[in-house]
Nanobody
Framework: QVHLVESGGGSVQAGGSLRLSCANS????????MGWFRQAPGMERELVAT???????TYADSAKGRFTVSGDSAKNTVYLQMNSLKTEDTAVYYC????????????WGQGTQVTVSS
């Protein structure tokens, strides 16, 4: 059973930084990509950053230049470093695993709240 667990969320003032972690505490598995999503109240879920196997990364326009996704395969953990946080970054952040080139994420974590105050 794959079990993704996010951590590192919290409250921070605008301009601050947070680093989110996503660890797989279940059985090891091979991924095509790991994604970080977020969802604010009343808003659609947004794909913020993607880390593809091999190291290629992509970012939403809202995250470019401020967020960095990375991974540590030895620890089965993916990170999202978020700098220069803005109030509009407030959301629940989820990590998810994509197992194939098909744009579908099979496994999801429970989410971690990020709150940015002015």
């Amino acid at each position: 059973q794959v079990h993704l667990v996010e951590s590192g969320g919290g409250s921070v003032q605008a301009g601050g930084s947070l680093r989110l972690s996503c660890a797989n505490s279940g059985r090891p598995f091979s991924t095509y990509a790991m994604g970080w999503f977020r969802q604010a109240p009343g808003m659609e879920r947004e794909l913020v950053a993607t880390l593809f196997t091999g190291g290629h990364t992509t970012y939403a326009d809202s995250a470019k230049g401020r967020f960095t996704v990375s991974g540590d395969s030895a620890k089965n953990t993916v990170y999202l470093q978020m700098n220069s946080l803005k109030t509009e970054d407030t959301a629940v952040y989820y990590c998810a695993a994509r197992l194939s080139p098909i744009d579908f994420y099979e496994y999801w974590g429970q989410g971690t709240q990020v709150t940015v105050s002015s």
